[in-house]
């Protein structure tokens, strides 16, 4: 989602006159996007806004703007507590940007701009792909906000209620970046599962719109995130096995594996519906990847409660996770529930250290599945990590490095997975020896 706001601040911008600088020496406008799920997140701003006071004191005119969900949340403590900030803003301000910058100008105070727009008023801003110019991989927004009460989550608090985009914007949208040279789209909200998006014909569920996005011409892979599991139907598992770009890849965050821990958080299911949603979901996409997020030492949990967590995680026997330990954020249901951070520090840690180590062996065995078999990878670009080396993903998500040739990039290649890294395949092209032909 910040990735998303961050591309149509850039637009927004560039709409208003602004080139993008090379470096923040040279900039006159830095914008510093903030996220506040995680405490680490948070305290990340202070520093990076602490490296451009010396920019500041050379050029007093740069200004510094700082946005998204701690933005949203701190306001005006922020400037407070961050003297180079000119102003503050929240997600729902990014269109107004350029306004914002003018009255930075015009009134020479500092100021906080965290009005949440009202549902009936909230317009999404429309993204402008130019041809050749977008990722191989592109993120079409659906929703913002979110209606559910997670008690450890600050989202509601800071994007506010839920806002299902119209379908026909998101399918104008997506066929937009596919004609700018997209060969996959992410389909992104804070709950996609909950989509009730409407347009002509009526509103759509989000079944519904993953049939019509799979219709777009040229489209060639379709993936969404994040699921909430209370939300997720048999209707929307089906798409795995009826849609044709439909990639075989799910995050489903189950967040702990004990059914009294996801009480307390307010997640509307048990650890046995989860366990049943993801037999399901086997069951009409048998190869399919799937992965999750952890939360340890949430208030009140017990080792036995913890226990449950690892259990989980041998039945699912998931291809990734993402665990963080529990850490209390301001404005979040917990709170109000006065459910106290009562699980030591070193606990968190240490069930941290065995959610991962078991993960771990989990996550090897599963990427093994692959090796010595052909899979389809989309070529995204040159690999960061090894030079000479293409990258791409499998419909698993799974990240391939193989040699071949730069004009691969935004094809489906068949790739024959040889061996693998920790995290990663490796492969050959049966392009690169003109043996196999290129799915393009
Ligand atoms: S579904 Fe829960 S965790 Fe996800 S954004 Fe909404 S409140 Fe937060």
Same mark, same amino acid.
């Given at each position: 989602?910040?990735?998303?706001?961050?591309?149509?601040?850039?637009?927004?911008?560039?709409?208003?006159?602004?080139?993008?600088?090379?470096?923040?020496?040279?900039?006159?406008?830095?914008?510093?996007?903030?996220?506040?799920? #995680?405490?680490?997140?948070?305290?990340?701003?202070?520093?990076?806004?602490?490296?451009?006071?010396?920019?500041? %004191?050379?050029?007093?005119?740069?200004?510094?703007?700082?946005?998204?969900?701690?933005? =949203? !949340?701190?306001?005006?403590?922020?400037?407070?507590?961050?003297?180079?900030?000119?102003?503050?803003?929240?997600?729902?301000?990014? @269109?107004?940007?350029?306004?914002?910058?003018?009255?930075?100008?015009?009134?020479?105070?500092?100021?906080?701009?965290?009005?949440?727009?009202?549902?009936?008023?909230?317009? &999404?801003?429309?993204?402008? @792909?130019?041809?050749?110019?977008?990722?191989?991989?592109? %993120?079409?927004?659906?929703?913002?906000?979110?209606?559910? +009460?997670?008690? &450890?989550?600050?989202?509601?608090?800071?994007?506010?209620?839920?806002?299902?985009?119209?379908?026909?914007?998101?399918?104008?949208?997506?066929? #937009? &970046?596919?004609?700018?040279?997209?060969?996959?789209?992410?389909?992104?909200?804070?709950?996609?599962?909950?989509? +009730?998006?409407?347009?002509?014909?009526?509103?759509?569920?989000?079944?519904?719109?993953?049939?019509?996005?799979?219709?777009?011409?040229? %489209? #060639?892979?379709?993936?969404?995130?994040?699921? /909430?599991?209370?939300? &997720?139907?048999?209707?929307?598992?089906?798409?795995?096995?009826?849609?044709?770009?439909?990639?075989?890849?799910?995050?489903?965050?189950? !967040?702990?594996?004990?059914?009294?821990?996801?009480?307390?958080?307010?997640?509307?299911?048990?650890?046995?519906?989860?366990?049943?949603?993801?037999?399901?979901?086997?069951?009409?996409?048998?190869?399919?990847?799937?992965?999750?997020?952890?939360?340890?030492?949430?208030?009140?949990?017990?080792?036995?409660?913890?226990?449950?967590?690892?259990?989980?995680?041998?039945?699912?026997?998931?291809?990734?996770?993402?665990?963080?330990?529990?850490?209390?954020?301001?404005?979040?249901?917990?709170?109000?529930?006065?459910?106290?951070?009562?699980?030591?520090?070193?606990?968190?840690? =240490?069930?941290?250290?065995?959610?991962?180590?078991?993960?771990?062996?989990?996550?090897?065995?599963?990427?093994?599945?692959?090796?010595?078999?052909?899979?389809?990878? %989309?070529?995204?670009?040159?690999?960061?990590?090894?030079?000479?080396?293409?990258?791409?993903?499998?419909?698993?998500?799974?990240?391939?490095?193989?040699?071949?040739? @730069?004009?691969?990039?935004? =094809?489906?290649?068949?790739?024959?997975?040889?061996?693998?890294?920790? +995290?990663?395949?490796?492969?050959?092209?049966? =392009?690169?020896? /003109?043996?196999?032909?290129?799915?393009?």
């Amino acid at each position: 989602m910040n990735d998303y706001d961050v591309e149509r601040m850039r637009e927004v911008l560039a709409r208003d006159g602004f080139d993008e600088a090379a470096t923040a020496d040279e900039a006159d406008l830095i914008v510093i996007n903030t996220c506040s799920v #995680r405490e680490k997140a948070e305290s990340k701003v202070a520093s990076s806004a602490g490296r451009y006071r010396e920019l500041k %004191l050379k050029r007093p005119g740069v200004v510094v703007a700082i946005g998204g969900c701690v933005a =949203q !949340q701190e306001g005006e403590r922020l400037l407070k507590r961050i003297p180079v900030a000119d102003f503050t803003f929240g997600p729902d301000q990014i @269109p107004s940007l350029p306004e914002l910058l003018g009255k930075r100008a015009r009134d020479r105070r500092r100021f906080a701009a965290t009005e949440v727009i009202d549902v009936e008023d909230y317009r &999404f801003l429309t993204a402008e @792909p130019r041809l050749g110019q977008v990722p191989v991989t592109a %993120l079409v927004t659906i929703q913002k906000g979110c209606d559910n +009460h997670c008690a &450890f989550c600050v989202v509601p608090a800071t994007r506010g209620r839920e806002v299902s985009r119209p379908w026909r914007e998101v399918v104008d949208e997506v066929a #937009r &970046f596919v004609a700018a040279g997209a060969r996959e789209i992410t389909l992104i909200g804070q709950n996609v599962n909950s989509y +009730h998006g409407v347009g002509e014909g009526g509103g759509d569920d989000f079944a519904e719109l993953l049939a019509r996005v799979d219709e777009v011409p040229g %489209l #060639r892979r379709l993936r969404y995130t994040t699921s /909430h599991p209370h939300d &997720f139907t048999e209707k929307v598992a089906d798409a795995f096995r009826d849609l044709k770009t439909l990639c075989a890849w799910l995050h489903l965050p189950v !967040q702990s594996g004990s059914s009294r821990t996801l009480k307390r958080m307010v997640r509307d299911y048990t650890r046995e519906q989860y366990l049943r949603q993801i037999d399901y979901v086997r069951s009409v996409c048998p190869d399919i990847s799937l992965s999750t997020d952890i939360i340890v030492g949430y208030p009140g949990e017990t080792d036995s409660d913890f226990g449950e967590t690892l259990s989980l995680l041998e039945a699912v026997q998931y291809d990734s996770i993402y665990s963080f330990e529990y850490s209390e954020r301001p404005d979040t249901p917990a709170l109000k529930l006065a459910l106290r951070d009562n699980v030591p520090s070193e606990v968190k840690a =240490q069930r941290l250290q065995q959610v991962q180590t078991l993960q771990k062996g989990v996550s090897t065995e599963r990427l093994s599945r692959w090796v010595g078999r052909e899979v389809e990878v %989309l070529v995204e670009g040159d690999s960061a990590r090894y030079p000479g080396q293409l990258c791409g993903r499998t419909t698993g998500n799974e990240m391939v490095n193989f040699a071949g040739p @730069p004009s691969l990039v935004g =094809q489906l290649v068949p790739v024959r997975i040889t061996s693998m890294r920790s +995290h990663t395949l490796v492969g050959e092209s049966a =392009q690169a020896n /003109h043996r196999l032909p290129v799915l393009a």
